[in-house]
């Protein structure tokens, strides 16, 4: 299977193109897109809060601790990030207040975003493998994301949700074409419906990324970058976070999917051209694979 | 690889003193070659510097006038407003402004190449491309106009999220709740009145005992008392022992008297350093010196005579008018043509709110080389125009020699200051005497009548002078 550009954990057969059934399904999932009714999943409260908040006055660290006392599971996946290494503690920290109050808004925004994904957000019966590797590749966008835009001197915090959201797309369409599968009685464990549906959501993924990130209520920075990250010429304004976030899915597949390790470094991608950085420089950034590892494993554990 | 492609000049860098040289050396009929290794032409002044934090200036220019009609307007902008939101023009701004300088270089017929240029030898540059394909120009004049970056400081770890610097601090997304400015320079001073005035608590801290030490000490009085009625601090005397981001999500700035202070944000504005990395400086006979700046005699050549440095690329004043006229004047020498007088007289311009502007001599230079002087004062509150606009924070001083007759020097602060003081500027330039600004009529009202009341504070002075009998 393949899901596109983005690599996937493993290789399987694709689908037959005269297959009509696959036909009909890839027609109702591009009609659902079409006609805006692609069902957004809920995020967990907080997590749309701290999307949307930080421009909000009336949001301060006792509400949005509140909040995530109201979600056992996110509270104890917060309080277990925020005591990893990666955020470097200097005391242990054993509250929500305290966790909200030392590390701030915007890093709790990473980590609430980060562990609601991992709480089930998105859960595909079947799937459970590549939404594993889609988790751990955007985290590792994410993280690469950072690290180009520190160097383009872009926003860091924007860039990471830009990394983190950028194929959120595909989980959505993945739950939806297995759905529609099972009503059409099509066999989802079949391998060339497998390989159809993950060929369906990469090649899908911006637009559903469009309508998942407009009912989010996402900055348009990070809504550009998930809908044109796979073509970032067509982002306008936002054509450079569009760029870092293409650029850094390469580098975090490069680093994250071992059977992409054979495989030459992409520094050859279009990416880096648009974002005017020199070869030395994208040497550079492939140099952060370690520190990303550890990022990604920290927040996978 | 191919022969080199030979050129008459090639200019590196499209800053303004890059963009001026090139266009100088093409008008005079030469074949110009212009190196630059970012995306468009216009270098750091228009992508991260000049431009992009006076569009931002306008904002907090424009809240400052809504204040000062505080009983009808309330303007306030805090702490996690977009910065997006501030900064809606700039886009516009910047691409009218590359578009316009790319249009003339292609109208004069330049050749602008896409890449980093290093020296092979004194006459070659190789020009490498985003996509690493190099290629080869030979010239028998260069002009070095690479500009300059942000200089940091080893032990300060800089990381453009939380410590930035003044190429990343307009990447924010929102207005920080706090802001901790290291340093007490031009660029520190501009954003510091920008950032309090747009509502972030503001601590200006450097070794220094007062900001802006090349400026008259009493305009920059007036600097720091508006700063800190907008909320901002100075904290002069202070040596940076440490700068530290906590690994979560604030930055403690540790005094080298001990005290500490914890901000969201730290910029990092403790001047700037010549880029000239990747130069290849060696290979053209050059060297860096100590100071990391190209050394060059007064016509701005280097020590290898067909290679010229300009702009930042050569040390202060580190303007980018200065920049313009040092490219346009080099390749003037370089070429055998006339450059015209020197330019004596360059004003300075800094953009805070309230603005500053200077050419001339200083109260403090004459006092220090022992020229006698008579100083001649108008407050904007003393013209009309002040009084209706409710400028309290301006103020004209007007330098004349000792007989209270010639102008030395012109002193602004407050709202039109870096405009105002071409208005003294060309009165020097002219030789005009203090007395012109009497004899003449300017439009009422304007902030220019502090010209009048200026000089004729100095003519009530003169006055008072003991007359002496000639023997």
């Given at each position: 299977m393949s899901v596109g550009t983005s690599a996937a954990p493993a290789k399987s057969e694709s689908a037959s193109p005269s297959d009509s059934g696959l036909a009909v399904l890839t027609n109702a999932v591009e009609q659902l897109i079409v006609a805006g009714k692609l069902p957004v999943p809920l995020l967990p409260q907080v997590a749309t809060q701290l999307l949307q908040a930080t421009n909000d006055e009336s949001t301060d660290a006792g509400r949005v601790a509140a909040l995530i006392h109201r979600d056992p599971a996110l509270a104890g996946q917060v309080l277990r990030i925020a005591n990893s290494p990666s955020y470097q503690p200097r005391m242990p920290i054993v509250s929500l207040q305290q966790a909200v109050a030392r590390?701030?808004?915007?890093?709790?925004?990473?980590?609430?975003?980060?562990?609601?994904?991992?709480?089930?957000?998105?859960?595909?019966?079947?799937?459970?493998?590549?939404?594993?590797?889609?988790?751990?590749?955007?985290?590792?966008?994410?993280?690469?994301?950072?690290?180009?835009?520190?160097?383009?001197?872009?926003?860091?915090?924007?860039?990471?949700?830009?990394?983190?959201?950028?194929?959120?797309?595909?989980?959505?369409?993945?739950?939806?074409?297995?759905?529609?599968?099972?009503?059409?009685?099509?066999?989802?464990?079949?391998?060339?419906?497998?390989?159809?549906?993950?060929?369906?959501?990469?090649?899908?993924?911006?637009?559903?990324?469009?309508?998942?990130?407009?009912?989010?209520?996402?900055?348009?920075?990070?809504?550009?970058?998930?809908?044109?990250?796979?073509a970032p010429e067509a982002a306008g304004p936002h054509v450079q976070e569009a760029a870092l976030t293409s650029v850094a899915a390469a580098l975090a597949r490069h680093t994250l999917d071992e059977s992409a390790a054979a495989e030459p470094p992409p520094l050859d991608h279009p990416g880096f051209a648009l974002l005017n950085l020199y070869p030395n420089e994208a040497m550079g950034l492939l140099a952060r694979a370690d520190s990303v590892r550890r990022l990604v494993e920290s927040l996978t554990g | 690889m191919a022969a080199p492609e030979r050129f008459d000049v090639i200019v590196i860098g499209s800053g303004p003193a890059g963009q001026k040289a090139a266009i100088q050396a093409v008008k005079a009929g030469r074949r110009v070659a212009l190196v630059e290794?970012?995306?468009?032409?216009?270098?750091?002044?228009?992508?991260?510097?000049?431009?992009?934090?006076?569009?931002?200036?306008?904002?907090?220019?424009?809240?400052?006038?809504?204040?000062?009609?505080?009983?009808?307007?309330?303007?306030?902008?805090?702490?996690?407003?977009?910065?997006?939101?501030?900064?809606?023009?700039?886009?516009?701004?910047?691409?009218?402004?590359?578009?316009?300088?790319?249009?003339?270089?292609?109208?004069?017929?330049?050749?602008?190449?896409?890449?980093?240029?290093?020296?092979?030898?004194?006459?070659?540059?190789?020009?490498?491309?985003?996509?690493?394909?190099?290629?080869?120009?030979?010239?028998?004049?260069?002009?070095?106009?690479?500009?300059?970056?942000?200089?940091?400081?080893?032990?300060?770890?800089?990381?453009?999220?939380?410590?930035?610097?003044?190429?990343?601090?307009?990447?924010?997304?929102?207005?920080?709740?706090?802001?901790?400015?290291?340093?007490?320079?031009?660029?520190?001073?501009?954003?510091?009145?920008?950032?309090?005035?747009?509502?972030?608590?503001?601590?200006?801290?450097?070794?220094?005992?007062?900001?802006?030490?090349?400026?008259?000490?009493?305009?920059?009085?007036?600097?720091?008392?508006?700063?800190?009625?907008?909320?901002?601090?100075?904290?002069?005397?202070?040596?940076?022992?440490?700068?530290?981001?906590?690994?979560?999500?604030?930055?403690?700035?540790?005094?080298?008297?001990?005290?500490?202070?914890?901000?969201?944000?730290?910029?990092?504005?403790?001047?700037?350093?010549?880029?000239?990395?990747?130069?290849?400086?060696?290979?053209?006979?050059?060297?860096?010196?100590?100071?990391?700046?190209?050394?060059?005699?007064?016509?701005?050549?280097?020590?290898?005579?067909?290679?010229?440095?300009?702009?930042?690329?050569?040390?202060?004043?580190?303007?980018?008018?200065?920049?313009?006229?040092?490219?346009?004047?080099?390749?003037?020498?370089?070429?055998?043509?006339?450059?015209?007088?020197?330019?004596?007289?360059?004003?300075?311009?800094?953009?805070?709110?309230p603005e500053i502007s200077s050419v001339g001599l200083s109260s403090e230079e004459a006092k220090r080389r022992g020229i006698p002087i008579i100083e001649g004062r108008a407050r904007f509150d003393q013209v009309a125009r002040g009084q209706i606009s409710g400028i309290d924070d301006g103020l004209l001083k007007l330098i004349a020699d000792a007989r209270g007759r010639k102008l030395l020097g012109i002193h602004i602060v407050g709202d039109g200051a870096t405009e105002l003081v071409h208005v003294g500027q060309m009165a020097m330039f002219a030789g005009a005497d203090i007395d012109v600004f009497i004899e003449n009529i300017f439009n009422f009202p304007t902030l220019a009548e502090a010209y009048r009341v200026a000089a004729l504070d100095v003519t009530e002075k003169r006055a008072a002078l003991p007359v002496i009998q000639a023997a």
């Open positions: 590390l701030g808004l915007s890093v709790m925004r990473e980590i609430a975003v980060s562990a609601s994904f991992q709480n089930g957000v998105f859960k595909v019966p079947g799937f459970e493998k590549e939404l594993a590797w889609m988790w751990r590749h955007a985290l590792g966008t994410a993280a690469f994301a950072k690290e180009v835009a520190r160097l383009r001197r872009l926003n860091v915090e924007n860039a990471f949700l830009c990394g983190l959201l950028h194929r959120v797309g595909e989980p959505v369409l993945l739950q939806v074409a297995v759905n529609d599968a099972k009503r059409s009685g099509l066999v989802a464990a079949s391998p060339a419906l497998r390989g159809a549906i993950l060929d369906l959501a990469a090649r899908l993924a911006g637009r559903a990324g469009e309508s998942i990130g407009t009912a989010w209520k996402l900055p348009p920075p990070v809504l550009a970058a998930m809908v044109h990250h796979a | 290794r970012e995306s468009g032409v216009g270098g750091e002044c228009v992508r991260r510097g000049t431009i992009p934090s006076k569009t931002l200036r306008e904002s907090a220019a424009a809240i400052a006038r809504l204040r000062r009609g505080a009983d009808i307007f309330d303007a306030k902008v805090g702490a996690g407003t977009e910065l997006t939101r501030l900064l809606t023009r700039l886009d516009r701004v910047v691409n009218a402004h590359v578009s316009y300088m790319t249009d003339q270089m292609e109208r004069n017929g330049v050749a602008v190449m896409k890449g980093r240029a290093r020296f092979a030898s004194p006459h070659v540059i190789e020009v490498e491309d985003v996509r690493g394909q190099v290629r080869s120009l030979v010239a028998d004049l260069i002009a070095v106009a690479t500009g300059s970056r942000p200089r940091t400081p080893p032990e300060i770890p800089v990381d453009h999220e939380f410590i930035l610097d003044s190429d990343s601090i307009l990447s924010l997304t929102y207005l920080p709740e706090s802001l901790a400015i290291l340093g007490a320079g031009v660029i520190a001073c501009e954003y510091a009145s920008i950032f309090a005035l747009l509502g972030v608590q503001v601590t200006l801290i450097d070794k220094a005992e007062r900001p802006l030490r090349f400026i008259d000490a009493e305009l920059v009085e007036r600097f720091v008392g508006s700063l800190t009625k907008n909320g901002g601090r100075f904290l002069g005397g202070h040596g940076i022992k440490e700068v530290a981001f906590d690994g979560v999500s604030r930055v403690t700035t540790r005094l080298a008297n001990g005290e500490t202070l914890s901000t969201e944000k730290v910029l990092v504005a403790l001047g700037r350093e010549a880029a000239v990395d990747g130069l290849n400086l060696e290979a053209a006979g050059l060297a860096p010196n100590a100071r990391g700046i190209i050394d060059v005699d007064e016509h701005c050549r280097t020590v290898v005579p067909h290679i010229y440095a300009v702009g930042d690329v050569m040390g202060p004043p580190s303007l980018a008018s200065a920049a313009m006229e040092q490219g346009r004047r080099a390749m003037c020498h370089a070429l055998g043509l006339p450059p015209g007088a020197p330019a004596e007289m360059i004003p300075s311009g800094i953009y805070t709110v």
